[in-house]
């Protein structure tokens, strides 16, 4: 029970990795704040979790007002804030740059930058109040590798990087860890989507490819990002901050 008595809230909560982590934060004690842009998703995740340990809020990680709401109902419900994922992101698309559409590249990086910053803003009071916290961002393999034509992408998940040091700096003070988990592949909707948007040729080879890439020969499953959020969320973490903690089958060591 490494998350006993501690109130969790993760954004993207419906998503592969989030409903995951979320399962998991619930079974290590937490009592936990789904919030998601989609409703329904998020209301099917809460039905199959023991309802007074958990509560949803619908919120769009990009709007301010509904990441102040966001962490308000997370209070409400729960009376404190001790650790927040800021799990939410997008893909967004796959194409050269001389193709890129800026409608979608603003749009990458208010979901997976501006997002998290904002619900950072937010939380961050609510963590004070309550003598400290962990926040995590969850980032990716992208965020220290490049990957041609996934410009969006792997500029948004190098960019929460950032965002991470300057805060770990400037929260430790106040009992405030920042950390991001990276991670790599993983066999989900996402990796589905990037892998058909580079086209056939590619896609026909995409599995091979990675796997070949990544040292332990396979995908990770969404599964296996959880445990280390809840490693960085619990007291164990007491000396871990401004960490980039990658979970990723070894893919970014070559
Ligand atoms: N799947 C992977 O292989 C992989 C690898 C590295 C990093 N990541 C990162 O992990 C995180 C979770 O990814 P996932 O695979 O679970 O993706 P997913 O698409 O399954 O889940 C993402 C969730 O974010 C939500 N979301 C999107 N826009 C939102 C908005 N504006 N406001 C609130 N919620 C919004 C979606 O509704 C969805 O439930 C993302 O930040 C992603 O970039 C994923």
Redesign the pocket.
């Known amino acids: 029970m490494r998350l006993q008595d501690k109130v969790i809230l993760i954004?993207?909560?419906?998503?592969?990795?989030?409903?995951?982590a979320a399962r998991q934060f619930v079974a290590e004690g937490a009592q936990v704040m789904l919030?998601?842009?989609?409703a329904d998703?998020?209301a099917q995740l809460a039905a199959e979790l023991p309802a007074d340990r958990v509560g949803t809020v619908?919120?769009?990680?990009?709007?301010a007002a509904?990441n102040e709401a966001m962490v308000q109902a997370c209070v409400d419900r729960f009376g404190a804030l001790h650790g927040f994922v800021?799990?939410?992101?997008?893909?967004g698309r796959v194409s050269p740059i001389e193709e890129l559409d800026i409608d979608a590249f603003d749009r990458v990086m208010?979901?997976?930058v501006r997002?998290p910053v904002l619900g950072i803003k937010y939380a961050v009071p609510a963590m004070k109040a309550a003598g400290g916290g962990s926040i995590v961002i969850?980032?990716?393999?992208?965020?220290v590798k490049g990957a041609a034509q996934m410009t969006p992408?792997n500029t948004?998940?190098h960019a929460v990087i950032g965002t991470m040091r300057c805060l770990a700096l400037e929260l430790g003070a106040a009992g405030i860890r920042v950390n991001t988990?990276?991670?790599?592949?993983?066999?989900?909707?996402?990796?589905s989507?990037?892998s058909e948007d580079f086209g056939p040729e590619v896609s026909a080879n995409f599995e091979a490819a990675v796997t070949a890439a990544t040292p332990v020969g396979r995908?990770?499953g969404?599964e296996e990002?959880g445990p280390l959020m809840t490693f960085l969320l619990s007291d164990e973490a007491s000396y871990c901050t401004g960490g980039v903690y990658m979970v990723?089958g070894g893919n970014s060591a070559g």
């Open positions: 954004t993207g909560a419906a998503g592969a990795i989030g409903s995951n919030a998601d842009l989609d998703a998020l619908t919120v769009d990680v990009t709007d509904s800021a799990n939410a992101g997008t893909e208010a979901i997976n997002g969850t980032s990716s393999g992208a965020g992408y948004s998940k988990v990276n991670p790599g592949p993983i066999k989900s909707r996402m990796m989507s990037i995908f990770g969404p990002v990723d």
